[in-house]
T-cell receptor
Framework: DTEVTQTPKHLVMGMTNKKSLKCEQHMGHRAMYWYKQKAKKPPELMFVYSYEKLSINESVPSRFSPECPNSSLLNLHLHALQPEDSALYLC?????????????FGPGTRLTVT | AQKVTQAQTEISVVEKEDVTLDCVYETRDTTYYLFWYKQPPSGELVFLIRRNSFDEQNEISGRYSWNFQKSTSSFNFTITASQVVDSAVYFCALSEARNDYKLSFGAGTTVTVRA
């Protein structure tokens, strides 16, 4: 089973709202990732968690707040977003971080900020 | 600097035609890894292949084949006898130790297969 699930599939939120994106994997992977993908562009790495600890933050604005409650779950808390934050948010996992292991991606959450 | 170049932005073919996607990479590491991912309209990136820099053997998996040539820093991907379900954006990516093995994606090539 190489499945990564993400909820919700679609999310529309206002600039003053607080919302959360959720990601789950049951492959026993110890690394989980958040990516942001704008239309017709490749994914851009946002955060990496390794063994439930934040390992890499690619200078992401603080209005994005990641959380890894356990080894299977990854959340992305959103607050005071801007319209330019509208994008597809992809979660991924791999056996380990900082290694050559392939990453498995979820279907993404399409976020629209109004 | 762009580490992975996918020069073809869009390719359109008729079903059953072969299609080759080019990928050229740039790295100073001697050990590195190359990947291809497929992103259909549904949005999920699907892992297709990983290749390390020490293994230049070409690989075939069903209708997919990959040609890795270190001499030209290329890792090209061919779909044989294309089908409508192959329509997707295909990304080539590079992973290097000096970059914490983060994936450096190319810009992607959109493949449209017409019936």
């Amino acid at each position: 089973d190489t499945e990564v699930t993400q909820t919700p599939k679609h999310l529309v939120m206002g600039m003053t709202n607080k919302k959360s994106l959720k990601c789950e994997q049951h492959m026993g992977h110890r690394a989980m990732y958040w990516y942001k993908q704008k239309a017709k562009k490749p994914p851009e790495l946002m955060f990496v968690y390794s063994y439930e600890k934040l390992s890499i933050n690619e200078s992401v604005p603080s209005r994005f707040s990641p959380e890894c409650p356990n080894s299977s779950l990854l959340n992305l808390h959103l607050h005071a977003l801007q319209p330019e934050d509208s994008a597809l948010y992809l979660c991924a996992s791999s056996q380990e971080s900082r290694t050559s292991y392939e990453q498995y991606f979820g279907p993404g959450t399409r976020l629209t900020v109004t | 600097a762009q580490k992975v170049t996918q020069a073809q932005t869009e390719i359109s073919v008729v079903e059953k035609e072969d299609v080759t996607l080019d990928c050229v990479y740039e790295t100073r590491d001697t050990t590195y890894y190359l990947f291809w991912y497929k992103q259909p309209p549904s949005g999920e990136l699907v892992f297709l292949i990983r290749r390390n820099s020490f293994d230049e053997q070409n690989e075939i998996s069903g209708r997919y084949s990959w040609n890795f040539q270190k001499s030209t820093s290329s890792f090209n991907f061919t779909i044989t006898a294309s089908q409508v379900v192959d329509s997707a954006v295909y990304f080539c990516a590079l992973s290097e130790a000096r970059n914490d093995y983060k994936l450096s994606f190319g810009a992607g090539t959109t493949v449209t297969v017409r019936a």
